[in-house]
Nanobody, 123 residues
Framework: QVQLVESGGGSVQAGGSLRLSCAAS????????MGWFRQAPGKERELVAA????????YYADSVKGRFTISRDNAKNTVYLQMNSLKPEDTSLYYC????????????????WGQGTPVTVSS
């Protein structure tokens, strides 16, 4: 059983930056590809970025390409999401999730989820 705990959310003005962290415990971190999702009120949860087990492969949603960077530190069992040039439409609850084996884009293929950390971007 893998436990995921997100941190780093907060309130920023448009154009600002935040770095989210997700600490994993209870499993073999390198066995899992990781993803960051977000869900705004009244909207479906969407994949923002994903990273392979070793960190060499990444995926970004079109809406965040060039602004967000996903990375992981396998020695610290932690995955990060660096968010720059934030926009009001990035306001959401951000979740990290773990998927066994390879990097995945389908939300249904993620096995473990954190509780989420809120991000609010004001204009």
């Amino acid at each position: 059983q893998v436990q995921l705990v997100e941190s780093g959310g907060g309130s920023v003005q448009a154009g600002g930056s935040l770095r989210l962290s997700c600490a994993a415990s209870g499993g073999t971190f390198t066995a899992y590809a990781m993803g960051w999702f977000r869900q705004a009120p009244g909207k479906e949860r969407e994949l923002v970025a994903a990273i392979s087990r070793g960190g060499s492969g990444t995926y970004y949603a079109d809406s965040v390409k060039g602004r967000f960077t996903i990375s992981r530190d396998n020695a610290k069992n932690t995955v990060y999401l660096q968010m720059n040039s934030l926009k009001p439409e990035d306001t959401s609850l951000y979740y990290c999730a773990a998927a066994i084996s390879r990097m995945r884009r389908n939300i249904a293929e993620y096995d473990y989820w954190g509780q989420g950390t809120p991000v609010t971007v004001s204009s």
